[in-house]
Structures are given as structure tokens and as C-alpha cells.
């Protein structure tokens, strides 16, 4: 299977260092992440190199991976289009709840499966990525959860390359799971400046991720999906057993100073709030907080 991995960063570094292993895998990159990315990535000290395509030199992608931020997907969707043929397979590993849709608009609703990786403990710094949790598990699957063949396929593929996976009963409401996830965790640690070490042993930060997530649960209601409250102690479960010094993908924005996914997290939910006349004042409130805090000095 030939697979091209678009986002060289924490996500797809640790996958593509997992399945270059066992079959045909590339970067798509312009000519400066070309240069940058020429002498390999480091992965956990290992240096591992990758082959490197340039859209103006595409070749056809049996399975085209999305691993880049929610603000980078419409130029990601363009550079990528030129690997897109009849049979692609087209996944994407952001955040959020909008990404398949846009690719869906781009390419066509046929070759978009719904996934999202979880489980996920790492640190990424130019070109080089330290993972502490062994790679994540992505969860994917077709939107209406049917076994295809081409779901099976790719699960062969991962398990070929010892890629944890999970191909969910309902993979909508696991998505709806993980952006619960990602608007209480990552927003409030990077507004705290909290590693998952740090995280696990707050429990007023859990608190507060309890509050958060009632927000959370009423839009999704609104959307048609039915977020319970075991599915707001599983998040905390997940990421309290993360004990290490991971950081969450917005911390690790912050810290470098880069733009962040808030409007996909919590300015999302304040978003669909809106929409179907429901109040977020918390998600409103973070949502400014950690832009305000962005540009404090």
C-alpha cells in the first residue's frame, strides 16, 4: 500500500515512523520542509529517514494521511490534491469536528473515512519528536460504520506495522468523544501551562474539565450526538493515566509561540452554542482567556 503522510510534526512523525517500516511511505512537503526534513527526522533519538515528494512531482496515493493543524488543512488540501486519484483513501488525524467535512468538499464523500488518533504522549521541536507512549491508537472507520474492504485493508496495514488501532461500533460519536477531550484538556493546559504529569495529580483541574464538558455534552445533543457523563470520566481516565511530561498539541503551541486550534476547541463549542441558542459562558470565557493570555508578554 502506498501511503503519503501530509504534517511531519507529533502525530505524523510517530506514524510514519511506524509504517515506513513495512510499506511504501513518503512526506508530502514544499521545497523548504524538503531542505529542512533531507537529513532525516529524529524520532525518540533515532534518526530515520523518509522519502520526500513535492506536489509538482506526485505520484498516487493508495492512502493519504492528514496529520497536519486544523489552520494548516486548506493549504495541506491543495498540496495534496495532486496524490489524489480514483481509489485514494483519504484520513485525517486532526483534531476537531470539521475536518472531514472540508475534505469531503475537496475530494468527494467516497474517499473520506472519519479517524482521529487518541492515546498520543509526545513533544515535537523542528525535527525532532519524542514520543513517551509508544504512538497513539487511531480510531477510523467509514461515517456510517460499515466494515468495508477498505477499512479492513488498512487495519492489515496497522497491524502489519504494530499501528494500535480501534475501528469503532459508532465512530461519530467517538469523534465527538475526542473533541470533548481536546476543548477540556488541551485548552485548560495551556492555559495553566500543565503537563500530563502535572495534570494527573490536579484535582481541581479535573474540576474544571467536569465543567467544561457539561458544554460540551448540551451542543452535541443539539448536533445528535449523545455525549453521557461516563463518557467525561473515560476522557479523564485517558489522560489522567498519562503520568508523564507529555504536553498536549495547544501547550506545546503556546510555548512556541505558534497560533493555536482554540476557535476548533473551545471557540467550536462556543460556535454551535450559538447556533442552536444555547449558553457556553465557560467555553466562552477560556476561549478568550487563552487568547488573552497568547498575547500577554
Same mark, same amino acid.
Given at each position: 500500500?502506498?501511503?503519503?503522510?501530509?504534517?511531519?510534526?507529533?502525530?505524523?512523525?510517530?506514524?510514519?515512523?511506524?509504517?515506513?517500516?513495512?510499506?511504501?511511505?513518503?512526506?508530502?512537503?514544499?521545497?523548504?520542509?524538503?531542505?529542512?526534513?533531507?537529513?532525516?527526522?529524529?524520532?525518540?533519538?533515532?534518526?530515520?529517514?523518509?522519502?520526500?515528494?513535492?506536489?509538482?512531482?506526485?505520484?498516487?496515493?493508495?492512502?493519504?494521511?492528514?496529520?497536519?493543524?486544523?489552520?494548516?488543512?486548506?493549504?495541506?488540501?491543495?498540496?495534496?490534491?495532486?496524490?489524489?486519484?480514483?481509489?485514494?483513501?483519504?484520513?485525517?488525524?486532526?483534531?476537531?469536528?470539521?475536518?472531514?467535512?472540508?475534505?469531503?468538499?475537496?475530494?468527494?464523500?467516497?474517499?473520506?473515512?472519519?479517524?482521529?488518533?487518541?492515546?498520543?504522549?509526545?513533544?515535537?521541536?523542528?525535527?525532532?519528536?519524542?514520543?513517551?507512549?509508544?504512538?497513539?491508537?487511531?480510531?477510523?472507520?467509514?461515517?456510517?460504520?460499515?466494515?468495508?474492504?477498505?477499512?479492513?485493508?488498512?487495519?492489515?496495514?496497522?497491524?502489519?506495522?504494530?499501528?494500535?488501532?480501534?475501528?469503532?461500533?459508532?465512530?461519530?460519536?467517538?469523534?465527538?468523544?475526542?473533541?470533548?477531550?481536546?476543548?477540556?484538556?488541551?485548552?485548560?493546559?495551556?492555559?495553566?501551562?500543565?503537563?500530563?504529569?502535572?495534570?494527573?495529580?490536579?484535582?481541581?483541574?479535573?474540576?474544571?474539565?467536569?465543567?467544561?464538558?457539561?458544554?460540551?455534552?448540551?451542543?452535541?445533543?443539539?448536533?445528535?450526538?449523545? %455525549?453521557?457523563?461516563? $463518557? *467525561? /470520566?473515560?476522557?479523564?481516565?485517558?489522560?489522567?493515566?498519562? =503520568?508523564?511530561?507529555? &504536553?498536549? @498539541?495547544?501547550?506545546?503551541?503556546? %510555548?512556541?509561540?505558534? $497560533? *493555536? /486550534?482554540?476557535?476548533?476547541?473551545?471557540?467550536?463549542?462556543? =460556535?454551535?452554542?450559538? &447556533?442552536? @441558542?444555547?449558553?457556553?459562558?465557560?467555553?466562552?470565557?477560556?476561549?478568550?482567556?487563552?487568547?488573552?493570555?497568547?498575547?500577554?508578554?
Amino acid at each position: 500500500m502506498k501511503v503519503r503522510i501530509i504534517g511531519a510534526g507529533a502525530v505524523g512523525a510517530v506514524v510514519a515512523d511506524k509504517l515506513v517500516r513495512v510499506t511504501d511511505t513518503a512526506f508530502i512537503v514544499d521545497e523548504d520542509r524538503k531542505e529542512r526534513y533531507k537529513e532525516g527526522l529524529l524520532i525518540n533519538g533515532e534518526r530515520v529517514a523518509f522519502n520526500l515528494i513535492l506536489p509538482s512531482a506526485a505520484d498516487k496515493a493508495d492512502l493519504l494521511i492528514f496529520a497536519v493543524k486544523n489552520m494548516q488543512l486548506e493549504d495541506a488540501i491543495e498540496e495534496a490534491r495532486p496524490f489524489v486519484y480514483e481509489n485514494t483513501v483519504v484520513m485525517s488525524l486532526l483534531n476537531g469536528i470539521d475536518a472531514e467535512e472540508k475534505l469531503e468538499k475537496a475530494y468527494g464523500k467516497e474517499k473520506v473515512l472519519y479517524a482521529f488518533i487518541t492515546d498520543l504522549s509526545s513533544v515535537h521541536n523542528g525535527i525532532e519528536t519524542t514520543c513517551f507512549s509508544g504512538g497513539g491508537t487511531i480510531v477510523y472507520g467509514e461515517k456510517d460504520n460499515t466494515r468495508t474492504k477498505r477499512v479492513m485493508d488498512i487495519a492489515a496495514l496497522f497491524d502489519k506495522a504494530g499501528q494500535r488501532y480501534v475501528i469503532p461500533d459508532d465512530i461519530l460519536h467517538e469523534k465527538w468523544w475526542k473533541f470533548m477531550l481536546n476543548t477540556c484538556f488541551n485548552t485548560l493546559s495551556a492555559i495553566l501551562e500543565a503537563d500530563y504529569a502535572a495534570i494527573s495529580e490536579n484535582a481541581d483541574f479535573i474540576r474544571a474539565v467536569r465543567v467544561i464538558a457539561r458544554e460540551v455534552q448540551n451542543v452535541a445533543k443539539a448536533e445528535g450526538i449523545e %455525549l453521557k457523563q461516563e $463518557d *467525561t /470520566e473515560e476522557i479523564i481516565k485517558r489522560v489522567t493515566s498519562l =503520568r508523564d511530561h507529555g &504536553k498536549t @498539541s495547544m501547550l506545546q503551541d503556546v %510555548l512556541a509561540g505558534r $497560533d *493555536t /486550534e482554540n476557535r476548533y476547541f473551545a471557540g467550536a463549542v462556543s =460556535r454551535l452554542g450559538r &447556533k442552536h @441558542s444555547i449558553p457556553t459562558p465557560i467555553s466562552d470565557f477560556i476561549a478568550i482567556l487563552l487568547e488573552a493570555k497568547r498575547k500577554c508578554p
